[in-house]
T-cell receptor
Framework: QKEVEQDPGPLSVPEGAIVSLNCTYS??????FMWYRQYSRKGPELLMY????GNKEDGRFTAQVDKSSKYISLFIRDSQPSDSATYLC?????????????FGKGITLSVRP | DADVTQTPRNRITKTGKRIMLECSQT?????MYWYRQDPGLGLRLIYY???????NKGEISDGYSVSRQAQAKFSLSLESAIPNQTALYFC?????????????FGPGTRLTVL
């Protein structure tokens, strides 16, 4: 079993839809959870950063972590064509000396006008 | 604006050739990483360096080598390129004190090995 599993998609939704993107993981030591957004022909950029369990909201984006289920989600409200990109989840066991990230494979989202 | 740059942005080469991809950063970060990205396989870590004297293998280091020439420079070499090294390569940086474990990525190098 891979440490991080992410539905490969692709996903296509109409403008204005609520989008739910998810990752599951197997390593119970993961404590830091991130979502990166990658536009075509660009490098990934950090979108959301969450420590431990709970929710974090930033504008139209909400990141949710459920450590008991080893499940993280990214919700996009009122999706826009500019949200069309690949979304990668990433997680880390600790910060500091050994803080490598483990990435999901990414899901490509297309928001239709 | 502090940045992560990669050269070249695109490269086509032939099997058996030696190739070097270069990464420079003006962010002042101490840690640098090389990843490759393939469709359906996501980002995979090739090598990483936590400071100038530190080099570590990632999950797919075979066929690759790296050099950390300075805090700001980290090069990736393919000693004898083969077609299955065709991929998108990303350099990334982070900093123990400044960024926690958030990584900042360069724009990528698209490498094609014929």
């Amino acid at each position: 079993q891979k440490e991080v599993e992410q539905d490969p998609g692709p996903l296509s939704v109409p403008e204005g839809a609520i989008v739910s993107l998810n990752c599951t993981y197997s390593n119970s030591a993961f404590q830091y959870f991130m979502w990166y957004r990658q536009y075509s022909r660009k490098g990934p950029e950090l979108l959301m950063y969450t420590y431990s369990s709970g929710n974090k909201e930033d504008g139209r984006f909400t990141a949710q972590v459920d450590k008991s289920s080893k499940y993280i989600s990214l919700f996009i409200r009122d999706s826009q064509p500019s949200d069309s990109a690949t979304y990668l989840c990433a997680m880390s066991a600790i910060t500091g000396a050994n803080s490598k990230l483990t990435f999901g494979k990414g899901i490509t989202l297309s928001v239709r006008p | 604006d502090a940045d992560v740059t990669q050269t070249p942005r695109n490269r086509i080469t032939k099997t058996g050739k030696r190739i070097m991809l270069e990464c420079s950063q003006t962010k002042g970060h101490d840690r640098m990483y090389w990843y490759r990205q393939d469709p359906g396989l996501g980002l995979r870590l090739i090598y990483y360096s936590f400071d100038v004297k530190d080099i570590n293998k990632g999950e797919i280091s075979d066929g690759y080598s790296v050099s950390r020439q300075a805090q700001a420079k980290f090069s990736l070499s393919l000693e004898s390129a083969i077609p299955n090294q065709t991929a998108l390569y990303f350099c990334a940086t982070s900093d123990l004190l400044k960024t926690r474990n958030e990584q900042f990525f360069g724009p990528g190098t698209r490498l094609t090995v014929l």
